[in-house]
């Protein structure tokens, strides 16, 4: 999920592979799976280029309470019911760096739009989750306080619908719906604002942004596993998001991106034990 826009795929479509975790939490004690990603996505929050990326996918989890991943983040259901789950959560969000450089970047170039905006540094977000099941029905909400780099608030709010299929014994497992993230000023402000200095140094207009809707959009995801006893699984995922608001509005997007942000990837991972 630019490091920054891995980081955003990730933290935005965690549900991706979450969805048929979420169902196999049967088993007791240490889980851990290992494997790979080759998502596509904007180079940065607002680009209107995509670039290829290859990603681990680490997932670390301890019976049906703690779990641990780049896409999950590091939660702790505190409340663990049928139908109702909630508990402190934190997440990481991969600085940006106004070089355009990618850690995982597997091709295209790197992107001169930011040059003269200065870095993001990485953020660490502590907060808590709640999701609430209404049949195939999946009602989420999360909110985080950034304690490093945007030092923001952000909420993410979504709806999914659950089902799967069987397919000859293997089992493709599916979810699908619309979400919606709303920020504060510290955070919009860390990506988008643009003062006299940077203005002058990147050649966009100085602009003033302030927090609400983020943006809203929707996504898909899929889980395919051989069958039951396989270690092996193959997950999927498609999603759009507008960015509304002022990130939608600010200089950097209006001259040199695309508020409409376009993503989708393929991972495929082992369960060790």
């Known amino acids: ?71 999950e983040g590091i939660g702790y259901r505190a409340v663990l019911t049928p139908n109702l789950q909630a508990g402190p959560i934190a997440r990481v969000k991969f600085g940006r760096e106004e070089s355009g450089e990618q850690a995982f970047a597997l091709s295209g170039d790197d992107s001169a739009d930011l040059v003269g905006l200065g870095d993001v540094d990485t953020s660490l977000e502590l907060g808590g989750f709640v999701q609430y099941a209404l049949g195939p029905m999946l009602v989420e909400a999360e909110a985080r306080r950034g304690v490093s780099g945007h030092e923001g608030f952000v909420a993410d709010i979504g709806l999914r619908w659950r089902g799967q299929v069987a397919l000859d014994g293997s089992t ?19 990506y988008f604002d643009v003062d006299l200095a940077q203005a002058a140094a990147s050649g966009l207009a100085v602009f003033d942004a302030d927090g609400g809707l983020y943006s809203f959009g929707a996504g898909a995801n899929a889980l395919w596993r051989p069958n039951g006893a396989s270690p092996w699984s193959i997950g999927a995922f498609a999603s759009m998001d507008q960015l509304s608001g002022d990130a939608g509005e600010s200089s950097l997007v209006k001259t040199r991106g695309d508020a409409t942000q376009v993503s989708g990837g393929v991972f495929f991972s082992r369960s060790l034990f």
Do not use: H, K, N
């Open 1 to 71: 999920m630019r490091i920054s826009t891995v980081g955003l795929t990730l933290g935005m479509l965690c549900a991706s592979v979450g969805v048929a975790t979420a169902q196999e939490r049967d088993a007791s004690g240490w889980r851990l799976s290992v494997g790979a990603g080759a998502i596509v996505s904007p180079s940065y929050e607002g680009d209107d280029e995509v670039r290829l990326s290859i990603v681990p996918d680490i997932r670390v989890a301890y019976g049906d309470r703690f779990f641990a991943s780049v896409q």
């Open 172 to 190: 493709l497992r599916y979810g699908l719906g619309p979400r919606v993230r709303l920020v504060d000023d510290d955070y919009v402000s860390a």
